[in-house]
């Protein structure tokens, strides 16, 4: 691969849990598909499923001030981004434009008396089953490789690890570096999968002239709403490869 195609595919990126404040998708429906077909995953096991943020440094709506949301935004014009096509095409998933602020269904438990209180039953928001919103994705794989730099760990104390999300031909889809995190790869090696999310906005570019500490997550959840909401934001469970 020439340095060109790396710098096309060498994007922002970001470990995190799914239940982390600037997420906030721990009780997103998650199912993994086999021969069988989709199994759902037991909301307790989504609670704190290691995530993988994968946001494009050059797309639609990117310059240098940040992203700009288009004219045609919405969900009935979605702005087309050449490398969210191609992904769908490989099998990776459009986000829905309410992906962020779903919730599985959930009904009161009825009180001993077999009722069920009426003013939980009026006041919860419920909506029917549906398939999971976020499920395995066969043939794509998401590497994390050690890329220690030997004078950055003696100054800061920590090491990287660099992501390559990789596609089902093996090429490199998205390629970021991130601090190594213990925590994050034993989930990541437990679970064998990470939610990896990839788009224009995902709340790991800070606004231009904001430093990190002014970016809050409910700033960054903000931005990754916005980009649900245009369609531009894929992703799907990824099979996790750890090479340490």
């Not at 021969?35 to 037991?42: F, N, R, S």
């Not at 976020?134 to 890329?147: A, N, Q, R």
């Not at 190594?180 to 990896?196: F, I, N, S």
């Not at 909401?229 to 090479?243: D, K, M, W």
């Amino acid at each position: 691969m020439s340095r060109h195609q790396f710098e096309e595919v060498d994007d922002l990126g970001e470990i995190l849990f799914s239940n982390d404040p600037a997420l906030r998708i721990a009780c997103v429906p998650m199912g993994l598909q086999t021969a069988e077909g989709t199994v759902i995953l037991d909301h307790a096991q989504t609670r704190h499923m290691p995530t993988a943020l994968f946001e494009f440094v050059h797309a639609v709506g990117v310059g240098d001030f940040g992203y700009v949301v288009p004219q045609n935004a919405s969900t009935e014009g979605i702005p087309e981004e050449p490398r969210i096509e191609g992904a769908i095409l490989f099998g990776m998933r459009r986000l829905p434009p309410d992906f962020p602020d779903l919730r599985p269904p959930y009904r009161p438990e009825p009180d001993d008396d077999g009722i069920c209180p009426a003013e939980l039953c009026f006041s919860m928001r419920l909506r029917p089953p549906r398939d999971p919103d976020l499920v395995s994705i066969p043939g794509w794989e998401l590497h994390e490789i050690p890329d220690d730099q030997p004078k950055l760990a003696e100054r800061l104390g920590y090491t990287y690890s660099r992501l390559e999300l990789r596609t089902p031909l093996g090429e490199i889809y998205s390629r970021t570096w991130v601090a190594h995190d213990p925590e994050w790869a034993a989930a990541a090696l437990r679970y064998g999968y990470v939610v990896c999310l990839c788009g224009v906005t995902l709340g790991v570019r800070a606004p231009y002239g904001m430093t990190d500490a002014q970016h809050t997550p409910r700033m960054r959840r903000g931005a990754f709403r916005l980009g649900c909401s245009v369609g531009l934001t894929i992703g799907g469970l990824v099979a996790y490869v750890g090479h340490r």
